[in-house]
């Protein structure tokens, strides 16, 4: 089975706008100004498909990420 691909919400130096981007393409899904509408895009798009969405700082650099599938790893819950 292959692996199911993440979305990812990422910034263009080329076209100085925020993506959407499913992984292992070069086509964005969809292009936006602002971050916030990317991400929104990107969530929507992650849920569809019930993958990981990445959210990318502008340099690049992953800023977090949230599961929208079966998340093979959940995070366990600290108790206090």
Do not use: C, F
Not at 30 to 52: D, G, H
Request: overall charge positive; aromatic content about 4%; hydrophobic content about 20%.
């Amino acid at each position: 089975m292959a692996k199911k691909k993440d979305v990812h919400t990422t910034y263009s130096k080329e076209t100085k706008m925020w993506q959407t981007l499913l992984e292992g393409q070069q086509k964005p899904l969809a292009n936006s100004q602002t971050k916030e509408t990317a991400k929104k895009k990107s969530i929507t798009e992650a849920k569809k498909r019930k993958v990981e969405h990445v959210i990318h700082k502008k340099d690049g650099k992953i800023q977090d990420s949230d599961s929208y599938g079966n998340d093979p790893h959940p995070p366990k819950d600290k108790k206090h």
